[in-house]
């Protein structure tokens, strides 16, 4: 067919082949030698081709390109060559079965992905074969009976489907994740002796997908490659656009979405939890700071912490395309972690790796496991992103531990007390002592601070000027996010708004995947005048996290009500699951702005009776950037009878 027969040349010059040392040397005559060898011999055909040139023979041919490219670069990735084509159909060869196996599916895989791009009738589907087999080497080229069943294989596959001679089935039947029909004996067209056949399950476009084995970083790449990457598919057919546009728009890739699900602790100490737990939330940190990346907050992948549940049921509740999962188990001196990275549309894992280390390379494998990911992905990186991915956070891991178990008590509603917050401090401590240079640790001990002030546990000032100090200490350190995020938190509590969201917007370009980071500025954009601006923010938020922690509709009620909408307010607050006392202020406010005072009155009842000290004078101590906001709150406390001392 035109323009086919130069695609399959130009592979044949490009590619070079060593010859098997295998060979057998056979004499039929005084010059003449034969040369044999055993391979395996994939035969591949294009299914509509000429149905598709009908229709459009330079988007047809274009199309077949790109197809004829990932089968070529697939051979090539196995250790195979492609020394045969004519027309729509293409002959590669392998030394080894199993490289053959798996290019093939991976063929598959890669053009029913492309395929997906577009509509029904535009679809290129493949039909391959696979038979191992004695063949005679003629220069560059093999023939023979072998070559011949695998070209006949391919025609009783179905298409988008593979299927295989006993000969090969015998050498790939304990490949994990593949499954197999037996087709029966079939007597093949200028085949002598009957073959058995077999066909690959799963494969075909009307079947169900099965997993397929992690074979490698580069395959897995490529695989991702081709199913996120933005294909110029226009290039193939201009006119197939959508009901009444007039010109054709390219299409542009999705970001890559992704969730860590939590690591299970296959350790024989439950107790062990918090490292695993927080080996996940490092993780999800790291991958975070990619700006090429959607992450899903911790809190909401934790959600399936012992869950049995299918991974394409996960990624339809997050909204995401891939899943982390593994395995965390620690030792007093060892690390064992299994990970695996998976396709939640398809089941399919595109990378995989099994870590087995000494527990002082815990922060190597993390940066090894956020580095495959982000190379599997596909993910542009800028420069200052490489380098804070391979920041290491201490050297110390008595410290790490010390942290992660200060960082479990956030995580800890039960804790949010001064009982917990005492915790929290002495275990930061613990780690600053082992690792005076631990910047993580200085911010988190900030965070305590800042905790200690707003709940009013201890000197409120003083807590507040100690939250700050840290903070600084943790950013001399290392620039890092955490550091930026309690600056700014620390800034607007004392009234400095400006630098508050400096230091907010510093800390977002560091990590711009965290959605509580976004949430939290909320708060510091309601106190700042900017409601609506807070909303927004809290939106996106959501969007990231969808199982959300309860502050999130807090600060959305808060903003909500400084922006005029009260039913909306009192909704937000009523989807929270056990409220705290402090969130009555916002429904009692909001009830009594919208004129049903009875009712406002009741709330604040209930507010007071847990909070007998709280005070209008109380409300209005805090920092507003407008006067006018201060007092539309007071207005709304005031309504609802909350007391003026």
Same mark, same amino acid.
């Given at each position: 067919?035109?323009?086919?027969?130069?695609?399959?040349?130009?592979?044949?010059?490009?590619?070079?082949?060593s010859r098997p040392s295998n060979l057998w040397y056979i004499s039929i005559g005084?010059?003449? +030698?034969?040369?044999?060898?055993?391979?395996?011999?994939?035969?591949?055909?294009?299914?509509?081709?000429?149905?598709?040139?009908?229709?459009?023979?330079?988007?047809?041919?274009?199309?077949?390109?790109?197809?004829?490219?990932?089968?070529?670069?697939?051979?090539?990735?196995?250790?195979?060559?492609?020394?045969?084509?004519? !027309?729509?159909?293409?002959?590669?060869?392998?030394?080894?079965?199993?490289?053959? +196996?798996?290019?093939?599916?991976?063929?598959?895989?890669?053009?029913?992905?492309?395929?997906?791009?577009?509509?029904?009738?535009?679809?290129?589907?493949?039909?391959?074969?696979?038979?191992?087999?004695?063949?005679?080497?003629?220069?560059?080229?093999?023939?023979?009976?072998?070559?011949?069943?695998?070209?006949?294989?391919?025609?009783?596959?179905?298409?988008?489907?593979?299927?295989?001679?006993?000969?090969?089935?015998?050498?790939?039947?304990?490949?994990?994740?593949?499954?197999?029909?037996?087709?029966?004996?079939?007597?093949?067209?200028?085949?002598?002796?009957?073959?058995?056949?077999?066909?690959?399950?799963?494969?075909?476009?009307?079947?169900?997908?099965?997993?397929?084995?992690?074979?490698?970083?580069?395959?897995?790449?490529?695989?991702?490659?081709?199913?996120?990457?933005?294909?110029?598919?226009?290039?193939?057919?201009?006119?197939?656009?959508?009901? !009444?546009?007039?010109?054709?728009?390219?299409?542009?890739?999705?970001?890559?979405?992704?969730?860590?699900?939590?690591?299970? #602790?296959?350790?024989?100490?439950?107790?062990?939890?918090?490292?695993s737990d927080g080996i996940t939330n490092d993780i999800t940190s790291d991958l975070?700071?990619?700006?090429?990346?959607?992450?899903?907050?911790?809190?909401?992948?934790?959600?399936?912490?012992?869950?049995?549940?299918?991974?394409?049921?996960?990624?339809?509740?997050?909204?995401?395309?891939?899943?982390?999962?593994?395995?965390?188990?620690?030792?007093?001196?060892?690390?064992?972690?299994?990970?695996?990275?998976?396709?939640?549309?398809?089941?399919?894992?595109?990378?995989?790796?099994?870590?087995?280390?000494?527990?002082?390379?815990?922060?190597?494998?993390?940066?090894?496991?956020?580095? #495959?990911?982000?190379?599997?992905?596909?993910?542009?990186?800028?420069?200052?992103?490489?380098?804070?991915?391979?920041?290491?956070?201490?050297? #110390?891991?008595?410290?790490?531990?010390?942290?992660?178990?200060?960082?479990?008590?956030?995580?800890?509603?039960?804790?949010?007390?001064?009982?917990?917050?005492?915790?929290?401090?002495?275990?930061?401590?613990?780690?600053?002592?082992?690792?005076?240079?631990?910047?993580?640790?200085?911010?988190?001990?900030?965070?305590?601070?800042?905790?200690?002030?707003?709940?009013?546990?201890?000197?409120?000032?003083?807590?507040?000027?100690?939250?700050?100090?840290?903070?600084?200490?943790?950013?001399?350190?290392?620039?890092?996010?955490?550091?930026?995020?309690?600056?700014?938190?620390?800034?607007?509590?004392?009234?400095?708004?400006?630098?508050?969201?400096?230091?907010?917007?510093?800390?977002?370009?560091?990590?711009?995947?965290?959605?509580?980071?976004?949430?939290?500025?909320?708060?510091?954009?309601?106190?700042?005048?900017?409601?609506?601006?807070?909303?927004?923010?809290?939106?996106?938020?959501?969007?990231? #996290?969808?199982?959300?922690?309860?502050?999130?509709?807090?600060?959305?009620?808060?903003?909500?009500?400084?922006?005029?909408?009260?039913?909306?307010?009192?909704?937000?607050?009523?989807?929270?699951?056990?409220?705290?006392?402090?969130?009555?202020?916002?429904?009692?406010?909001?009830?009594?702005?919208?004129?049903?005072?009875?009712?406002?009155?009741?709330?604040?009842a209930e507010f007071s009776k847990v909070d007998p000290d709280w005070s209008i004078?109380?409300?209005?101590?805090?920092?507003?950037?407008?006067?006018?906001?201060?007092?539309?709150?007071?207005? !709304?406390?005031?309504?609802? !009878?909350?007391?003026?001392?």
């Open positions: 067919m035109h323009g086919i027969s130069e695609i399959w040349t130009s592979f044949f010059r490009a590619v070079s082949w005084e010059d003449t +030698m034969l040369q044999r060898t055993l391979v395996t011999i994939l035969a591949a055909d294009a299914v509509g081709y000429s149905r598709l040139v009908a229709k459009d023979e330079e988007a047809a041919l274009a199309l077949f390109k790109d197809c004829a490219t990932i089968i070529q670069e697939r051979v090539q990735a196995h250790n195979g060559r492609v020394f045969g084509g004519a !027309g729509d159909s293409v002959i590669a060869a392998f030394h080894s079965p199993v490289e053959a +196996m798996r290019c093939a599916v991976e063929i598959q895989h890669h053009i029913m992905r492309l395929d997906e791009k577009f509509s029904e009738d535009w679809r290129m589907l493949f039909r391959v074969g696979l038979n191992l087999g004695d063949v005679v080497v003629e220069q560059d080229n093999l023939l023979g009976d072998a070559v011949n069943v695998a070209a006949r294989l391919e025609g009783l596959s179905e298409p988008g489907g593979i299927c295989v001679s006993s000969s090969l089935y015998e050498q790939v039947k304990h490949l994990p994740d593949l499954g197999f029909q037996d087709l029966g004996s079939k007597r093949l067209k200028n085949i002598p002796v009957p073959v058995h056949v077999y066909s690959l399950k799963g494969i075909s476009p009307g079947h169900s997908r099965r997993r397929v084995a992690a074979w490698g970083l580069a395959a897995a790449a490529m695989v991702l490659l081709a199913s996120i990457a933005a294909p110029l598919w226009w290039k193939y057919k201009p006119e197939i656009v959508g009901k !009444g546009e007039n010109t054709p728009q390219p299409l542009v890739a999705a970001q890559p979405s992704i969730a860590v699900l939590p690591l299970d #602790n296959v350790s024989d100490d439950p107790r062990q939890d918090y490292f975070s700071k990619f700006s090429g990346l959607l992450v899903i907050a911790y809190n909401s992948a934790s959600t399936f912490k012992d869950k049995p549940t299918k991974v394409q049921d996960i990624g339809k509740a997050l909204s995401v395309r891939y899943l982390l999962e593994g395995t965390v188990q620690k030792t007093p001196q060892r690390l064992r972690i299994n990970a695996q990275l998976i396709d939640a549309e398809t089941g399919y894992h595109v990378w995989a790796n099994r870590y087995d280390e000494m527990l002082g390379d815990t922060f190597t494998v993390q940066e090894d496991i956020t580095s #495959n990911i982000v190379t599997a992905l596909a993910v542009k990186v800028t420069a200052a992103e490489e380098k804070r991915s391979n920041q290491k956070p201490t050297e #110390n891991m008595s410290a790490y531990d010390y942290y992660l178990k200060g960082k479990a008590i956030w995580a800890d509603p039960t804790k949010v007390t001064p009982e917990g917050n005492e915790e929290a401090r002495q275990l930061f401590e613990k780690a600053i002592a082992l690792d005076p240079n631990y910047s993580s640790a200085y911010a988190e001990l900030s965070y305590v601070e800042v905790r200690a002030y707003q709940s009013g546990w201890g000197d409120g000032a003083a807590a507040l000027q100690k939250a700050e100090e840290l903070a600084n200490k943790a950013l001399e350190l290392s620039d890092d996010f955490s550091s930026h995020w309690y600056l700014a938190i620390v800034a607007w509590n004392k009234g400095d708004f400006d630098k508050s969201f400096r230091e907010y917007e510093t800390a977002r370009r560091i990590n711009p995947n965290d959605p509580d980071l976004a949430a939290d500025m909320a708060e510091a954009l309601i106190y700042g005048g900017e409601p609506k601006r807070a909303i927004e923010q809290i939106e996106a938020a959501k969007n990231r #996290n969808p199982f959300y922690p309860f502050w999130y509709d807090w600060n959305e009620g808060k903003a909500r009500y400084m922006a005029g909408q009260y039913q909306a307010a009192i909704d937000a607050i009523a989807r929270i699951n056990s409220p705290p006392n402090d969130v009555r202020l916002i429904t009692a406010a909001s009830k009594a702005q919208l004129g049903d005072i009875p009712a406002a009155r009741a709330i604040m004078a109380k409300s209005a101590a805090y920092f507003y950037v407008k006067d006018s906001d201060r007092q539309h709150w007071l207005d !709304g406390l005031r309504k609802a !009878g909350l007391k003026e001392e």
